[in-house]
């Protein structure tokens, strides 16, 4: 280390960045396109535009622009809560005696507690000027139903959460917090569509799931007779990854103002909306030959889709109503155990993660859950923030990453993403804690491995 | 309004307070002292390092030096979290359609979601300097005990925070999270001292009161027979007020890079430690007559310390075991309503506060908690971020401020603390949007006025 670098280095207003990166545009080989399960063809821009907004089904399906312009009212609502900080770690560095140079982009400074406040604000702001009068989402935990709430009051628009029903009952502080925002919550399943009433008429005792949860969502939007209502998802889809892409454009940015280009690269990937905008303009650079950092995704042992995943087309949702993907999938019949705290429970990941990921242009590895949480306190204790459980599988990541610096006795750059704060999941820092926590692996035959 | 001003103005780590401000070496009249109720004469540096930490006790006790120098560890604390931002409210001010500028110093961008971080560091770093063992503390809804747990995860010094027992209870997040710090959090009242023992044999099925907690820290610290634990307290006290007042400094170097002086300051006041800290430089050039800003405390109507307490030596606990303070109080006896939502519950005031009141350098105003809660959910979703409720005082007092501007034409400079989140806080919430909550107004005689 040559120059002193701050703990915490802040872009200024005028360094941020105004255009988002489309890693499409970088891409030689494109990720294969949505298949219409009716039509078994790929999904065309007037299929999609039922459910989704114009402007967005146009992001969705643009695999050559390489930069998008940010439209002014989203910068704006950006300045809100961003520049987010990126944090010289510098207790964590000591505390491993690491030779490594540890950096977080931390996204958790904003009420919603995460980085899916980047895609709320944009998808709210194109619903706004299509002129639409409604959205409708669904959410488990809750981070994308308060981040599209927060968006919605401030475009006024209104906006619909499908809300798992086990969640809704045990987490009624999130379901307050859309409230504060104006947001409309339901409870999943419920008798305001037809789905759930069917559902509901199966299992009355039913906690919910996130795939019913979604097919109310699309209902309600697809349904709406004067087609002024559409659905919005806050991961997997390749418009998500777009407007994640200020996160990495922002440490990218950063970085460059300390004079560092990273070495590693280490993000959580549950739906890969997070660390495809973390790595979006390195991976830019590596497939432009620019530059080789080294990318890994880091997913709970528990629901691996990239570790021990197929890479094969499958749909996007449980409910099988949705398009079909060409990712890395544990089958969309999948669940993922219920004794695994936090998010990243997606049984797919990101057509364009999961084509670059077989594309070896990055890696992936995982972890039980209470190693993660191990990582998750210490890193707390030394660095202050409590994370998200998400944010911690990449925390362990990164620490694994360190301590194989120190043993080489190599100075590498590592950066990862903090994408959210833990303070709606202390149940399961409860559990790990008080010796409670188990952790689960599945067998081949649930991940459909025959 | 010249130049444009960013949305927010972050100092550089370079431009971060060294030094804090000492309130008490700008005053010409000094607060009375704090009286040995034992003794009827003013508590000694001795009497008060049975309790507290010695540079502690210096610090409560110096009213002459103007600055203290930060330690260079507390400093390198204060950067994990610190610079806080202040933040223009443009969004505010285009709802408002006032002429004001209205700026935020924003102090929830940490885990313990307030500006009681800025005192706990200090006050952990002494007790570790001083070789002690321990230290111990009482918390009602949690932010001081989770400040202090923070804390004292980073030096490594072991704390024990009385947590009352209804908020213990109600709130069982609070209390994990500062068992992810490694604090030991007991239910007060406890076996594990005489006080709790007694109160519990009279009233076993008591709910706790901060009184009563108060009490058990307070024995625990006291009673060590090697004499290495000590108390703490997060509010009220003179050095607290000292502490704090690097949120005042930030203010005013960021206020300076944009060339802006506040015409009005507008804070919210339990126990006075965020005021205190905001006022800081602002107060110090009042007193030295080299500016004249308007500096507004602003208070709930269920507990009206300032607005219409007396002035006179009081107990500083319920318990009435702590020294006697002149303050601005309702009775030490006082208990708010419980319908009262949020802290701001102290029924006395910081003595520097209360002198300064006194001598007429500040004004102060109530609202009754439905009126405050409306400016907390229009702060919300015009600004984004979820308001402690006991900071949303301050945006009701700001947001009258800059209304009254736009009666009178007048653009002025409005800057206000926004203390702390309110993540925690979602059944007041609740309350509020659902039209539960309902307000209440002491009569004269429960606030001891005859």
Redesign the interface.
């Known amino acids: 280390m040559t120059n002193k670098v701050?703990?915490?280095i802040?872009l200024?207003?005028?360094e941020m960045p105004t255009r988002w990166l489309n890693i499409k545009g970088f891409m030689k080989e494109k990720p294969d396109p949505l298949i219409n399960p009716s039509t078994g063809k790929p999904c065309t821009a007037d299929e999609l535009k039922a459910v989704f907004c114009d402007e967005l089904v146009a992001q969705e399906l643009n695999a050559t622009d390489k930069y998008i312009d940010i439209p002014q009212p989203i910068l704006d609502f950006y300045?809100?809560?961003r520049p987010s900080p990126l944090v010289r770690a510098y207790?964590l560095e000591k505390a491993l005696d690491t030779p490594a140079e540890i950096y977080y982009k931390f996204e958790g400074?904003?009420?919603s507690?995460s980085h899916k406040l980047n895609s709320a604000a944009a998808q709210i702001y194109y619903a706004k000027a299509q002129g639409l009068k409604s959205v409708t989402t669904e959410t488990g935990a809750g981070q994308w139903g308060t981040a599209l709430s927060?968006a919605g009051?401030?475009f006024d628009m209104p906006v619909k959460v499908y809300m798992v029903k086990v969640s809704y009952e045990q987490k009624?502080?999130r379901r307050?917090?859309m409230?504060?925002?104006?947001a409309d919550v339901v409870a999943s399943p419920s008798t305001t569509t037809e789905a759930g009433r069917r559902i509901l008429a199966e299992h009355p005792d039913t906690v919910g799931s996130l795939g019913c949860a979604i097919s109310e969502a699309v209902e309600v939007a697809a349904s709406d007779p004067t087609h002024s209502t559409r659905y919005v998802l806050g991961s997997v889809l390749d418009q998500v990854l777009l407007h994640q892409s200020v996160i990495g454009l922002e440490t990218k940015a950063a970085l460059d103002k300390i004079g560092r280009k990273p070495d590693i690269i280490v993000g959580c990937a549950g739906g890969g909306s997070n660390l495809g905008g973390l790595i979006a303009p390195f991976m830019a650079e590596k497939l432009e030959g620019k530059a080789n950092p080294e990318i890994i995704a880091v997913e709970p042992a528990s629901c691996p889709s990239l570790t021990r995943g197929t890479y094969r087309y499958d749909f996007c949702d449980t409910g099988k109503i949705c398009p079909q993907a060409k990712m890395y999938t544990l089958g969309c019949d999948f669940i993922p155990s219920a004794n695994h705290a936090g998010g990243l429970r997606y049984h797919g990941m990101s057509p364009i993660l999961s084509k670059l990921y077989h594309d070896k242009m990055m890696t992936a590895k995982s972890y039980v859950q209470s190693d993660v949480f191990e990582a998750a306190?210490k890193f707390?204790?030394?660095?202050?923030?409590?994370p998200a459980p998400e944010s911690s599988h990449a925390i362990k990541g990164a620490i694994d990453a360190a301590l194989e610096c120190k043993k080489k006795g190599e100075k590498k750059v590592i950066v990862f993403g903090l994408t959210g704060?833990g303070?709606?999941d202390?149940?399961a820092?409860?559990e790990y804690?008080s010796g409670r926590m188990t952790d689960y692996i599945p067998n081949d035959k649930e991940i459909g491995v025959e």
């Open positions: 701050p703990y915490k802040y200024n207003e005028d300045k809100l809560y207790g400074n904003n009420t507690g927060m009051a401030f009624p502080f307050n917090v409230n504060v925002y104006g306190v707390a204790r030394i660095e202050g923030t409590l704060t303070y709606f202390m149940k820092y409860d804690l």
